[in-house]
Nanobody, 117 residues
Framework: QVQLVESGGGLVQAGESLTLSCAAS????????MGWYRQAPGKQRELVAY???????NYADSVKGRFTISRDNAKNMVFLQMNSLKPEDTAVYYC???????????WGQGTQVTVSS
């Protein structure tokens, strides 16, 4: 089992920045992928960004150039630096980890990000 705890959400104005953090604990394999997803009201959950244990990253087109994902493998943490936030970035942001060749998938409880115009 893996537990994920997100922090750092909040209310900001358009153009401002916010950093999300996620701490993982439990049985964590060294080879894993950690990521951030988001879900806005009335919409499906979507991938924001992910990062492998080797440091490879992938971003949704809507956040490229504005968001940066990073991780600290020693602390089992993943971060999402969000710059130039837009009202359409408003959503609940979820931390995710995939390991054991994708057979184990865990989610955090989510943290609310609200961007006012």
């Amino acid at each position: 089992q893996v537990q994920l705890v997100e922090s750092g959400g909040g209310l900001v104005q358009a153009g401002e920045s916010l950093t999300l953090s996620c701490a993982a604990s439990g049985t964590i394999f060294s080879n894993n992928v950690m990521g951030w997803y988001r879900q806005a009201p009335g919409k499906q959950r979507e991938l924001v960004a992910y990062i492998t244990s080797g440091g490879s990253t992938n971003y949704a087109d809507s956040v490229k150039g504005r968001f940066t994902i990073s991780r600290d493998n020693a602390k089992n943490m993943v971060f999402l630096q969000m710059n130039s936030l837009k009202p359409e970035d408003t959503a609940v942001y979820y931390c995710n980890i995939r390991q054991n060749w994708g057979t184990q998938i865990y989610w955090g409880q989510g943290t609310q990000v609200t961007v006012s115009s």
